[in-house]
């Protein structure tokens, strides 16, 4: 090891500085991109139940306009929003 090199991780260990940026910022952009995605699967799940509980709030016009009977309609509607 030269001599810059060597007061460069002698300063860094010094003043509490991580030798290696780079990894934490790697783990800091995983864990953004697992937090996103959670945050997107969670947001599917919502907008199924949603869906679910407007299908509960519609006439028999309606679901017949949709191609759905009322029994399919209700059997859906009930189901839990992870299913």
Same mark, same amino acid.
């Given at each position: ?6 007061? #460069? ?18 783990? !800091?952009?995983?864990? !953004? #991109? !697992? ?5 997107? %699967?969670? @947001?599917?799940?919502? @907008? ?11 006439? @028999? $016009?309606?679901?017949? @306009?949709?191609? !759905? ?12 929003? %992870? $299913?």
């Amino acid at each position: 090891m030269n001599t810059i090199a060597t007061m #460069r991780h002698s300063s860094a260990a010094l003043s509490g500085q991580s030798t290696r940026p780079s990894a934490q910022r790697g783990f !800091v952009t995983r864990l !953004v #991109r !697992v937090l996103r995605s959670l945050a997107r %699967w969670i @947001d599917n799940l919502l @907008d199924r139940r949603r869906s679910r509980l407007a299908l509960l709030e519609m006439t @028999d $016009d309606q679901l017949k @306009d949709i191609g !759905v009977t009322r029994c399919d309609a209700h059997r859906e509607g009930i189901r839990p929003f %992870w $299913d």
